[in-house]
Each structure stands twice: as C-alpha cells, then as structure tokens.
Nanobody, 116 residues
Framework: QVQLVESGGGLVQPGGSLRLSCAASGFTFNNYRMHWYRQAPGKERELVAGISPTGSFTNYADSVKGRFTISRDNAKNTVYLQMNQLKPEDTAVYYC?????????WGKGTLVTVSS
C-alpha cells in the first residue's frame, strides 16, 4: 500500500526557515517523480516544486523560486523541501504527491504557519 508521510511543519517567523520531509513506502521510490503541493485557507491546491526520479531535474513555482529547494535521498525513500526566507503568504498545508498511472497518491499534509 502506497504511503506518504510528511513531517517538519510548524510555526516560524517571517524570514525564518523550515525543512519538510516526506517518507515514502509501498512503491519503487526511485522510479517516480515526486512533488510538493500546498493549500492555503480558501485557496486551491497549487504545485510548489517537483523533482525527477534521480534528482537531476527540478522545477518550482515562480512564487518560491530562489527561496525553496526540493531534494531527495533515494536510499532513504525520502523527499525534502528546504524553505528559506519564509513569508506570511507561504502559510499553508504542504502535501507530498507521487503521480502514478493509476492515479496520484497524497500524503495527509503538514501545516506551515509563518507569522510574527
């Protein structure tokens, strides 16, 4: 059974940093792209970042480019999102996602709150 478990969320001041982790199981991790999405209250879920199976290629939303870095450790079946220079508008539930041909799989999410 596919399982994605996010961790690392919490309360941080503007300008601060957090690192999110997503632990994956139930599939061959190094064969798939991985993505981070986020959803703020009252907003649609949006793509934040993606990474290719070996980590050679990454992509980011314009709103986070230069501040966030996605990475993966295939030996640990884990994908990370390093978030720096956080802004209040980054406040959201962050979700890990893997696209499979049978349909995508989502984690339950981890809440990031950026506030002074």
């Amino acid at each position: 059974q596919v399982q994605l478990v996010e961790s690392g969320g919490g309360l941080v001041q503007p300008g601060g940093s957090l690192r999110l982790s997503c632990a994956a199981s139930g599939f061959t991790f190094n064969n798939y792209r991985m993505h981070w999405y986020r959803q703020a209250p009252g907003k649609e879920r949006e793509l934040v970042a993606g990474i290719s199976p070996t980590g050679s290629f990454t992509n980011y939303a314009d709103s986070v480019k230069g501040r966030f870095t996605i990475s993966r450790d295939n030996a640990k079946n884990t994908v990370y999102l390093q978030m720096n220079q956080l802004k209040p508008e980054d406040t959201a539930v962050y979700y890990c996602y893997v696209p499979h041909s049978t349909g995508g799989h989502w984690g339950k999410g981890t809440l990031v709150t950026v506030s002074s």
